[in-house]
């Protein structure tokens, strides 16, 4: 294995260990606050250190070469609700001690990209893919049939994420300037929300408490910096490698939901996961083949 292959892997292994296990210890620590001024606060300052981040880099041309182009400014304001719907959902989840079912639309999301890049964008599919795409509808109707509801934080999670990644696959705006522009569209919404959680007097954030104002603070940079561990791995490796590695991200949060949080995880759950399972690694050789 050559340097620049293993200094990838390692930046999108470290990137998806922060999203699977560092990020779930964070929110579960800031969660009193609750999920709607999490989410507040995580929009707020993602922003903030993007801004930062943009001005330290002097990477402004890139944001006004976007800002111009009314195409890709709508396809942004699409994805700046995305995010903010599947970060409602997951930090609910990790607020709730649902991060079983949280890890259950991480594991699928890959694989529905593909299910909605052959159906939107007419991208091919192979048998392994369609294998794959089987195994998990399988797995999603196995769930209604045994607990007579829509697993919906799991689908969520995992139907916003890869909209959002197919949206984001066709324009070509860097990262960091995409996800810059997306939090300052939701931005106002976080204002709002906010203003209406301070009316009610629910705020935990507040100029009389420093402590806790640093601590949601935080949200921001806990959000920024595994983004760019694994963009950084995506640089140095591409995406096949890196699109293994994230799978460490949907296991920490498992495993965490059972051995640390406790959560239940019974047989009938057992024999869901492993439908997912089994499809995640049909999909993972299919990518292996495709490097």
């Not at 976007?66 to 400014?73: E, F, G, P």
């Not at 694989?111 to 890049?117: D, Q």
């Not at 991208?123 to 794959?132: D, F, M, V, W």
């Amino acid at each position: 294995m050559n340097k620049k292959l293993l200094s990838g892997i390692l930046f999108s292994s470290a990137g998806s260990f922060w999203w699977g296990v560092i990020a779930v210890f964070y929110f579960k620590y800031v969660s009193f606050a609750g999920t709607l001024e999490i989410v507040v606060h995580r929009t707020i300052w993602t922003a903030f250190v993007l801004f930062l981040f943009i001005i330290f880099n002097s990477r402004w041309n890139f944001f006004f070469e976007v800002l111009y182009n009314k195409k890709k400014l709508f396809i942004l304001l699409i994805c700046g609700f995305l995010i903010f719907i599947n970060w409602c959902t997951w930090i609910y989840a990790v607020v709730t001690n649902r991060l079983i079912d949280a890890s259950f639309g991480y594991y699928i999301f890959p694989i529905l990209s593909v299910l909605f890049g052959f159906f939107f964008f007419n991208e091919k599919l192979n048998k392994k893919r369609i294998i794959s795409i089987i195994l998990i509808l399988i797995s999603i109707i196995y769930f209604l049939f045994i607990f007579k509801s829509i697993p919906w934080i799991g689908l969520t999670v995992a139907i916003t994420w890869s909209t959002y990644n197919l949206l984001r696959k066709k324009i070509n705006v860097r990262t960091d300037i995409g996800v810059f522009i997306e939090t300052i569209f939701i931005v106002p919404l976080a204002l709002i929300i906010f203003y209406f959680i301070t009316q009610k007097g629910l705020n935990d954030f507040s100029l009389s408490n420093p402590n806790i104002m640093f601590w949601l603070f935080l949200a921001g940079p806990v959000t920024v910096i595994p983004l760019y561990l694994y963009l950084k791995g995506v640089e140095l490796t591409g995406l096949g490698p890196s699109g293994m590695v994230f799978f460490i991200a949907p296991t920490g949060q498992f495993l965490l939901g059972i051995f640390y949080f406790n959560e239940i995880f019974n047989i009938h759950k057992l024999i869901g996961f492993i439908f997912i399972w089994i499809a995640v690694i049909i999909y993972l050789k299919d990518l292996n083949q495709q490097r």
